[in-house]
């Protein structure tokens, strides 16, 4: 059974920092998947924040382009995402996802990710 499951999410202060961590298990691969983090806050729609294709491209959303990173470790199978510079206006539900597809699908809410974590709750304060 595939399941992807997220940690580290939690309350910061804004300009904190939080490193998202999303582990895998069953048959994704982090090295023939595409993976992504996606997030929606109360009364928004679900959004990309990041996403990295099989051999490490990346595409961030232009709000969080220059604070957060995604990278994994293809050797256990996690994907992370740091956050830094975090401001109020990122709070939500963080989701990573993952899709068996080289290339990321174009950019936008994830619906054509199969395969999605529980989400991890990330709330940033003023």
């Known amino acids: 059974q595939v399941q992807l499951v997220e940690s580290g999410g939690g309350s910061v202060q804004a300009g904190g920092s939080l490193r998202l961590s999303c582990g895998t298990s069953?048959?994704?691969?982090?090295?023939?998947?595409?993976m992504g983090w996606f997030r929606q806050a109360p009364g928004k729609e679900r959004e990309g924040v990041a996403t990295?294709?099989?051999?490490?491209?990346?595409r961030y959303a232009d709000s969080v382009k220059g604070r957060f990173t995604i990278s994994k470790d293809n050797a256990n199978n996690t994907l992370y995402l740091q956050m830094n510079s975090l401001k109020p206006e990122d709070t939500a539900i963080y989701y990573c996802?993952?899709?068996?597809?080289?290339?990321?699908?174009?950019w936008g809410g994830g619906s054509e990710y199969p395969y999605w974590g529980q989400g991890t709750q990330v709330t940033v304060s003023s």
């Open positions: 996802a993952a899709i068996y597809w080289l290339a990321c699908p174009p």
């Open positions: 069953g048959y994704i691969y982090s090295s023939s998947y595409c």
């Open positions: 990295i294709d099989s051999d490490g491209s990346t």
